[in-house]
T-cell receptor
């Protein structure tokens, strides 16, 4: 398996634009997580899905953020409109079984909002 | 409020010596702990975990120690190797790991040849 695949690897956008980050989890994994990494706050869990259903989105910072998982092999994280303070590295991860069995992370998307 | 704290942003050790990375937590409900390692431009990778029913877990060169009374855990790497140079994240969860993970900010370890 190729692991968790995220796209794009880098994204530079202007403030106010819509940004969509994409994730393909490892086949067969039933949990999918979106994390954000910043210097100030470290790694924060934004939202996670179990069997394509959002379970906990309490980490989503604002209504500008939304995430979907239309099927077991694809998820998106959308920011609309984007702001400079959204600049961070966004990671997608997936795992099999209980919530905190070993999670496999993608390589991340580095987002810069100017 | 940081529930998981890694107070040392960085640590530098010599190859062959022991590396000790520390982590403190404030939430007494946490009972499952993990360490992840992250190289630049890559996602974190799972390293080792420990449940609160244990006070030690060992995997090769890596050992995690848990002191529940002090709400403290540490990761020991012996002997340290240059390839261990990375950022190490401590993470914690409640209810036997069924609650979502809370991560620390990470400690950057540099192992000098």
């Amino acid at each position: 398996d190729a692991g968790v695949i995220q796209s794009p690897r880098h994204e530079v956008t202007e403030m106010g634009q819509e940004v969509t980050l994409r994730c393909k989890p490892i086949s067969g994994h039933d949990y999918l997580f979106w994390y954000r990494q910043t210097m100030m706050r470290g790694l924060e869990l934004l939202i996670y899905f179990n069997n394509n259903v959002p379970i906990d989105d309490s980490g989503m910072p604002e209504d500008r953020f939304s995430a979907k998982m239309p099927n077991a092999s694809f998820s998106t994280l959308k920011i609309q409109p984007s702001e400079p303070r959204d600049s961070a590295v966004y990671f997608c991860a997936s795992s099999l079984g209980t919530l905190n069995t070993e999670a496999f992370f993608g390589q991340g998307t580095r987002l810069t909002v100017v | 409020d940081q529930q998981v704290k890694q107070n040392s942003p960085s640590l530098s050790v010599q190859e062959g010596r022991i590396s000790i990375l520390n982590c403190d937590y404030t939430n007494s409900m946490f009972d499952y702990f993990l360490w992840y390692k992250k190289y630049p431009a890559e996602g974190p990778t799972f390293l080792i975990s420990i449940s609160s029913i244990k006070d030690k877990n060992e995997d090769g060169r890596f050992t995690v120690f848990l002191n529940k009374s002090a709400k403290h855990l540490s990761l020991h790497i012996v002997p340290s190797q240059p390839g261990d140079s990375a950022v190490y994240f401590c993470a914690a969860s409640a209810k036997g790991g069924s609650e979502k993970l809370v991560f620390g900010k990470g400690t950057k370890l540099t192992v000098n040849p």
